[in-house]
């Protein structure tokens, strides 16, 4: 099943919906890497993926950060130590074992970015105001 950015997933904020909307790209790209049956030796694209899932979310968090501390969001500090604890587990993706279970380990994978994207978002981020209802309280 393809992950799909519906409009319970939507903040309201385009620029973090925009942002969102690529995670869920590369979490499909993932996904569909899992799923091509043709595909022998992943270990370059899994790699090369991940390394792009990494980077990207850390330049998203820091626009939602940099979003969040300019309105004053009161939860932003615990959203950005769940952006931290993102970060912190892509990093500790053992190549060694990608290697040796390619199929498996994807799959741990998946479910960690469905769980987490899905969770995330609809519990933290769909609670950050937009910029004109934080203006006006």
């Known amino acids: 099943m393809?992950?799909?950015l519906t409009k319970d997933y939507l903040t309201g904020i385009?620029?973090?919906d925009e942002e969102h909307g690529k995670l869920f790209d590369l979490a499909n790209e993932c996904y569909d890497?899992?799923?091509d049956d043709a595909a022998v030796d992943r270990f370059?694209?899994?790699v090369a993926l991940l390394e792009e899932l990494r980077a990207y979310a850390a330049t998203h968090f820091a626009h939602e950060e940099e979003y969040m501390e300019r309105i004053q969001y009161e939860r932003r500090f615990s959203e950005r130590?769940?952006?931290l604890r993102f970060i912190q587990?892509?990093?500790e993706i053992n190549l060694d074992d990608i290697d040796e279970n390619q199929q498996e380990y994807l799959l741990n994978i998946l479910d960690f970015l469905a769980r987490w994207l899905y969770g995330h978002i609809k519990v933290m981020d769909c609670r950050i105001p937009k910029e004109d209802v934080a203006a006006a309280k």
């Open 89 to 91: 587990k892509l990093s």
């Open 2 to 4: 393809k992950y799909e």
């Open 81 to 83: 130590y769940q952006h």
């Open 44 to 46: 370059d694209r899994i």
């Open 14 to 16: 385009d620029m973090i």
């Open 33 to 35: 890497l899992v799923m």
